[in-house]
Nanobody
Framework: QLQLVESGGGLVQPGGSLRLSCVASGSNVDSYSIGWFRQAPGKEREAVLCINSRGDYTRHDDSVKDRFTISRDFAKNTVYLQMNSLKPEDTAVYYC?????????????????WGQGTQVTVST
């Protein structure tokens, strides 16, 4: 099973940018789909974006359209979440996740593996 470690969270002002990283370790990392969930205070966890084994992405949350970008560096076993034009409602714990499949699910379901999460706070 894969181990997932997120980093890059912190405090940022509205309109600012932040890049999160997820380093995956284990066997056949390149074969799996990796994505991001987030959980805001008092809300359930929601799927945000996923990137498959070919580098194609699937967006699960329309609120991040034109603002968030997912990418991966296969050589480094690392997936990134570039977040621009951040809003206070983006404040959440962001989790790196993995599905045991090469393609991203069209509709997100419970991932097979979770990272521990990294806090993103958007505030003045």
């Amino acid at each position: 099973q894969l181990q997932l470690v997120e980093s890059g969270g912190g405090l940022v002002q509205p309109g600012g940018s932040l890049r999160l990283s997820c380093v995956a370790s284990g066997s056949n990392v390149d074969s799996y789909s990796i994505g991001w969930f987030r959980q805001a205070p008092g809300k359930e966890r929601e799927a945000v974006l996923c990137i498959n084994s070919r580098g194609d992405y699937t967006r699960h949350d329309d609120s991040v359209k034109d603002r968030f970008t997912i990418s991966r560096d296969f050589a480094k076993n690392t997936v990134y979440l570039q977040m621009n034009s951040l809003k206070p409602e983006d404040t959440a714990v962001y989790y790196c996740v993995e599905w045991n499949r090469g393609s991203c699910p069209r509709r997100a379901y419970e991932p097979d593996n979770w990272g521990q999460g990294t806090q993103v706070t958007v505030s003045t």
